[in-house]
């Protein structure tokens, strides 16, 4: 299996007055060649929020909040094409897809929490209109959901898989909790993005070959593909993270402000000069970090190149990830596979 180089390589249960409605779920823009997939796509985004419908309404309004916040469905969507090649996109096969989207949807929502965020996909966190404890607690209920479906497959392989993933998950999560901000090892951040992020990546890409008979070494090679193109996608985004110029709709920063050693903070840490290193350390011992700041950790970024290494980074993954692909025997699902790991690294917000 695949692992990452070492260096260098209380509150109302409505939604307040004035709310907006939902904006339906993000698609991957630029995308048209996923035209071909979209029947499967609609059933898919059906399914995903009516498996969230209870007789608890505090329940369904906030999973039914970030499932419909605009997420990219990026993950259930290798799922679906990791079983294309392989046979046919039957209902077992979505639901594997579900079970994607509700273990990663459960991170979010707990990831929300433990940082303290106030915003999620552009609009209001769930955590901020409902409060800490629903926002765990219906988490947690994701998490259920998804193991109860897995365990309806009836596939001792993919539910193994799917336990060490979501393990895997956990430990990314504490690894980034515990880190201290005075540290800026490569090998760590690669670890933690390889557990948090692109592990579940690989999963999806995998399952859905397992479940429509793929072999060992075509299963393998989705799980590379999957890894190396989640790799890229979280240094994408912790690039995204520092760039006004292509981070749209988003506030840039929030990284920095949560104290987050991404990658380009650590190659900033390594090249800034010695003054710029030592106001860059008073700027992270501050008791908050402002706009003014983020600002300035931003343009020395640019002056040193930080934010198009990282890109350069994950443009090497995305290399890796489309070197995997070459044992797929469906030339269409190739394709589908390789343009989605070029989307990853031309995506803006």
Known sequence: MYSPPSAPSSKSEGLPSGTPSHPPPV??????????????????????????????????????????????????LLVLLGARSFGTLDLPILQAAQVVEYLHTATLLHDDVVDGADM???????????????????????????????????????????????????????????RSYRQHDLQEYLDIIHYKTASLFGAAARMGALLNGAGTAQADALFNYGVALGMAFQMVDDALDYSEELNIGKPIGTDLQERKITLPLSHLMEHASPAERKELEQILELPEIGQLEIRKVAAWMRQHGSIEHTLESARNYVLQAQAELSVLPDEGTRTLLHEIADYVVRRTF
């Open 120 to 178: 999620r996909r552009s609009q209001q966190a769930a955590r901020t209109i409902w409060g800490n404890e629903a926002s765990v607690l219906v988490g947690d209920y994701l998490l259920a959901l998804a193991f109860r479906m897995l365990t309806g497959l009836r596939n001792p392989e993919v539910l193994q898989l799917m336990s060490h993933t979501t393990r895997l998950m956990a430990r990314g999560e504490l690894l980034q909790l515990t």
């Open 27 to 76: 698609k991957l823009q630029g995308t048209a060649f996923l035209t071909q997939l979209e029947q499967e796509l609609k059933e898919l985004e059906a399914l995903i929020l009516q498996d969230v419908q209870t007789d608890i309404p505090l329940l369904t309004r906030v999973a039914e909040h970030i499932l419909r916040s605009g997420g990219k469905r990026l993950r259930p």
